[in-house]
């Protein structure tokens, strides 16, 4: 439904057509190997045809459980996100921007499930960039949860560089330092961080980080949970300090791939995605979103979000009013710590 809303308001707006648009295949069990385990992948295949979990299957997985259910089509819609951010490496090699709204899934392991994350899509990205013959891709995470799986799957590999803003004290409360001689980045920010913090930390840590080092491809992960209004951080930002920093990235002028990632408010959500195609795909966003456009926001529902805590600016425009604010301490000296 995430996607559906993006693509709707995308269509809805004229940003989308046949000329910019492509529908992804499901990645192959032999694509899946080339980072998944065999048993794994298994596994998770004979959960979905079957609709069950054995004990040891479930503990050994961690599929069928609270954080990871099943559901019907989870392995097609999970081995579909993969071909997705392989196509989207694949367009973006060809000299496009690609967005890959469905990708993100950044918490998957090779042998396991994690944060409703079946399987790892952005480093299947990563995978395909560095098949073409590309020696050093940053990986930026800006979900509000640490891009841990991502992190650990290229943690000796001198040629992916990962950094990752998220909130500290959440879960997997993993990413709480940085550790420079793996390229491993990490920005865990304090609650309530708003637009100027934010701004604050793309200017002195991942600008730098990019500049540091000779950069052929970025992926980015923009998970929406930072943005105010999300039920499950107490991120403040605005989508603008969102799409200014896709912009910045974007700028390096190398192989691009963006993915999406997680994101619980759908009106947030859809605003933020929609906007940034639009950014990337050099539209004016209009103060008033059109009524179709409106009515599809309005459409949409959120167990959530509670109806108070509505804004009605969710349903009738796209930009959001900016939350600048002072750059706390804690924040200056995580960016004095990031040694590029
Ligand atoms: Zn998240």
């Not at 069950?52 to 559901?71: C, K, M």
């Not at 990490?186 to 991942?206: C, W």
């Not at 195609?277 to 966003?285: C, M, N, S, V, Y």
């Amino acid at each position: 439904m995430r996607h559906a809303t993006v693509t709707d308001l995308a269509r809805n707006l004229g940003w989308l057509c046949e000329d910019n648009f492509r529908a992804s295949s499901p990645a192959t069990i032999e694509q899946l190997l080339e980072f998944h385990d065999r048993a794994y992948v298994k596994a998770l295949q004979y959960a979905d045809s079957t609709g069950r979990v054995a004990p040891d299957v479930r503990n050994r997985y961690q599929i069928g459980t609270l954080e990871n259910p099943l559901f019907p089509g989870l392995f097609d819609r999970a081995a579909m996100t993969v071909g997705g951010s392989i196509l989207a490496a694949e367009l973006a090699l060809d000299g496009h921007v690609t967005f890959h709204p469905s990708g993100g899934t950044h918490h998957g392991r090779p042998d396991r499930a994690c944060g409703f994350c079946y399987f790892n899509d952005p480093v299947f990205a990563i995978l395909r960039l560095l098949e073409s013959g590309l020696q050093s891709v940053l990986y930026v995470d800006l979900d509000a949860h640490h891009g841990d799986g991502v992190e650990i799957a290229f943690f000796h590999d001198k040629r992916v560089t990962t950094v990752s803003v998220h909130e500290d004290y959440r879960w997997p409360y993993s990413g709480s330092k940085s550790h420079p001689d793996e390229g491993a980045y990490n920005l865990p920010v304090p609650k309530g961080i708003n637009d100027s913090e934010f701004e604050y930390l793309v200017e002195h840590t991942i600008v730098p980080v990019a500049e540091a080092r000779p950069i052929d491809a970025i992926v980015v992960c923009c998970g929406a949970d930072c943005l105010a209004g999300d039920p499950l951080s107490t991120m403040m930002l605005s989508n603008g300090a969102l799409w200014e920093a896709v912009d910045r990235l974007v700028a390096f002028d190398v192989p691009t791939v963006i993915v999406g990632g997680g994101g619980y408010n759908p009106w947030t959500l859809a605003r933020y995605w929609t906007g940034l195609w639009g950014r990337i795909t050099g539209q004016a966003l209009p103060e008033r979103l059109p009524n179709a456009a409106i009515e599809i926001l309005r459409g949409l529902e959120c167990d959530l979000v509670d109806d108070e805590d509505i804004d009605e600016a969710w349903f009738t425009s796209i930009a959001d009013s900016p939350y600048p604010g002072p750059v706390r301490d804690s924040i200056k000296s995580l960016a004095d710590n990031v040694v590029v």
